[in-house]
């Protein structure tokens, strides 16, 4: 082997190596619930090995999606993730326009308190929050879920954006405003399009944040009726035994919407990332 063929396979196995064993350390334990989900539970408790299971069962899915008020959590998660998305979102754009176009007494000072609040532990803000969020009755609410939520995820998707609008050269806005567009149409008619990508992929994180969400509702939420279904799957957990068929069909519904949404936005969301490094 010469030296360029040699380097040239070294390159690759460098690369494609730690993308393999990543794949591997996520698809297996994923292939293994899917297969768990569509398999009898007594054949589980037997414990009999199958990749492939045989017979083949959608019983797991109806049980957890009726008998386990899975559809009630999965609504709920929906409710919340799908508000809290569209305020951040929302903002997001406007204060990411705002700390790229504009410059204010205080802005480095501003920006370096909302990358401070990214360093601390949520959890070491647990009783704070509880305590706050007591006071202004918002305890066991959806609302107080979702303004949570969007207080969370705000400041580091308002960051994401800053950086996405920071790499449109700013004569584009004096060349709208010139042709007469105020400050919200140069936003929503030049500005949003040029940074769609950039926009999609803040939609996708804060979307998969907040429906993975689960410490804030578990600790807020004391109705079983408004758990999302990150909280929720934990009903299927036994005190004494566990249907692990269930517990994996149960899995498998809660990864459904992420996937869709990642297979939706999948080339914007690359394309996304790869112009935050580079403008970042």
Request: hydrophobic residues 50%; proline residues 5%; aromatic residues 14%.
């Amino acid at each position: 082997m010469n030296p360029k063929t040699k380097k040239k396979v070294m390159r690759v196995l460098t690369l494609y190596l730690p993308m393999i064993a990543f794949l591997i350390f996520i698809g297996i334990p994923l292939m293994w619930a899917l297969s768990l989900s569509f398999r009898e539970g007594a054949s589980v408790i037997r414990g009999e090995f199958q990749i492939i299971p045989r017979p083949a069962t959608i019983v797991n899915y109806i049980y957890v999606w009726t008998s386990n008020k899975l559809n009630k959590f999965f609504v709920n998660s929906l409710i919340t993730s799908f508000g809290s998305v569209f305020v951040i979102g929302f903002l997001a754009l406007f204060n990411g326009y705002a700390l790229s176009r504009f410059n204010f007494k205080g802005k480095q000072v501003f920006m370096v308190i909302l990358l401070m609040t990214q360093m601390i532990p949520l959890i070491f803000n647990m009783s704070s929050i509880f305590l706050m969020m007591v006071k202004l009755k918002l305890t066991n609410s959806l609302f107080g879920i979702c303004l949570l939520h969007i207080a969370a995820g705000l400041p580091y998707n308002s960051l994401m954006m800053k950086s996405f609008i920071g790499g449109i050269p700013k004569e584009i806005d004096e060349a709208a405003a010139i042709d007469g567009c105020n400050r919200a149409q140069i936003i929503f008619k030049v500005i949003l399009p040029a940074v769609r990508p950039g926009f999609t992929t803040v939609i996708a994180y804060a979307f998969i944040t907040c429906w993975n969400e689960y410490l804030l509702s578990y600790t807020l939420l004391t109705d079983a009726k408004k758990f999302p279904i990150s909280v929720g799957l934990k009903y299927l957990v036994g005190e004494y035994s566990t249907d692990y068929s269930a517990l994996a069909a149960g899995c498998i519904i809660a990864l459904i919407p992420p996937i869709l949404l990642f297979a939706y936005v999948q080339k914007n969301l690359v394309s996304g990332m790869n112009a935050g490094a580079v403008k970042g």
